[in-house]
């Protein structure tokens, strides 16, 4: 266990749902981001959040939508997904962000899959 | 941008013997942080080895070490006496450092290296 929760485990969608991943971490962080793992491809970073604020935002599509209500809790909003957002998405969290040398620790993962 | 390439999608050691797993990549930063993460099958990702480009000395811990040759670019990851719990995806990852000016201190991964050991 890294410290680092992610519900649900397993999840599936069709494109005209709306659902939510939830990520909850125990370590006392300050930053917590969001990652998109999709086979044979390198982990891509969605969302960054840095004492509740966003601080990065790399391209992603506005069919997700992250929230952090505080420095514990992320969320990832889901609306009309397409079959090709199916993938593992992975939360972590960091002591700060700015700092280069921190770790940071990554929750299991939800399987996502879109029909 | 910086690139990092894991030339090896899979390798395979036996158990009790060492393996060594390459990464390089691409930068023009003089600042910056590297690190060897494993994703075991349960999927929680834990990091296993980091260091820092200003520092010569290879970082090393218990069973794990690295070679990192800063003007080649490499930073390749050796893990002695396999045990059947290193199974995992390894992947390397870049990240600038606060005097590289790069303004941003996302983590950049690789593709990943399966490991697999063999009883």
């Known amino acids: 266990e890294t410290g680092v929760t992610q519900t649900p485990r397993h999840l599936v969608m069709g494109m005209t749902n709306k659902k939510s991943l939830k990520c909850e971490q125990h370590l006392g962080h300050n930053a917590m981001y969001w990652y998109k793992q999709s086979a044979k491809k390198p982990l891509e970073l969605m969302f960054v959040?840095?004492?509740?604020?966003?601080?990065e935002n790399n391209s992603v599509p506005s069919r997700f939508s992250p929230e952090c209500p505080n420095s514990s809790h992320l969320f990832l909003h889901l609306h009309t997904l397409q079959p090709e957002d199916s993938a593992l998405y992975l939360c972590?969290?960091?002591?700060?962000?700015?700092?280069?040398?921190?770790?940071?620790?990554f929750g299991p993962g939800t399987r996502l899959t879109v029909l | 941008a910086q690139t990092v390439t894991q030339s090896q999608p899979e390798m395979s050691v036996q158990e009790a013997e060492t393996v060594t797993l390459s990464c390089t990549y691409d930068?023009?930063?003089?600042?910056?942080?590297l690190f060897w993460y494993k994703q075991p099958p349960s999927r929680q990702m834990i990091l296993v080895i980091r260091?820092?480009?200003?520092?010569?000395q290879n970082a090393t811990e218990n069973r794990f070490s690295v070679n990192f040759q800063k003007a080649a670019k490499s930073f390749s990851l050796k893990i002695s006496d396999s045990q059947l719990g290193d199974a995992a995806m390894y992947f390397c990852?870049?990240?600038?450092?606060?005097?590289?000016?790069?303004?941003?201190?996302?983590?950049?991964f690789g593709k990943g290296t399966k490991l697999s050991v063999i009883p």
């Open positions: 959040y840095s004492l509740e604020e966003r601080v």
């Open positions: 930068t023009s930063e003089s600042d910056y942080y």
């Open positions: 260091q820092e480009a200003y520092k010569q």
């Open positions: 972590a969290s960091s002591q700060e962000f700015e700092t280069a040398y921190n770790e940071q620790f």
């Open positions: 990852a870049y990240r600038s450092g606060p005097y590289s000016g790069a303004g941003s201190y996302q983590l950049t």
